[in-house]
């Protein structure tokens, strides 16, 4: 079955970097592509970051273009957000995405916490 397992998460000052990852299992995971999502306590889910099937093509939300970046790599069938420049606002857990034949996929999440 589809798995999604995140990893690399924690608690980092404001302007700080964070690496995240997600190792996906279960699907051909070249065929599709990912995403990053994030949730803030009493928030709504929000799209950080997609990626194509094959990386020539990502997108970013307003709120963290320039500072976030995905990436793929097919052969380890990972996903994984780069995330610089951190802010207080980031503070969320960030979950990796995958949308197949009309189902849609989740990891467990890993909680992110920038704070001084």
């Known amino acids: 079955q589809v798995q999604l397992v995140e990893s690399g998460g924690g608690l980092v000052q404001p302007g700080g970097s964070l690496r995240l990852s997600c190792a996906a299992s279960?699907?051909?995971?070249?065929?599709?592509?990912m995403r990053w999502y994030r949730q803030a306590p009493g928030k709504e889910r929000e799209l950080v970051a997609s990626?194509?099937?094959?990386?020539?093509?990502?997108e970013y939300a307003d709120s963290v273009k320039g500072r976030f970046t995905i990436s793929r790599d097919n052969a380890k069938n990972t996903v994984s957000l780069q995330m610089n420049s951190l802010k207080a606002e980031d503070t969320a857990v960030y979950s990796c995405?995958?949308?197949?034949?009309?189902?849609?996929?989740w990891g467990q999440g890993t909680q992110v916490t920038v704070s001084s």
């Open positions: 995405s995958v949308h197949i034949w009309g189902s849609t996929y």
């Open positions: 279960g699907f051909t995971f070249r065929n599709y592509a």
């Open positions: 990626i194509t099937n094959i990386g020539g093509n990502t």
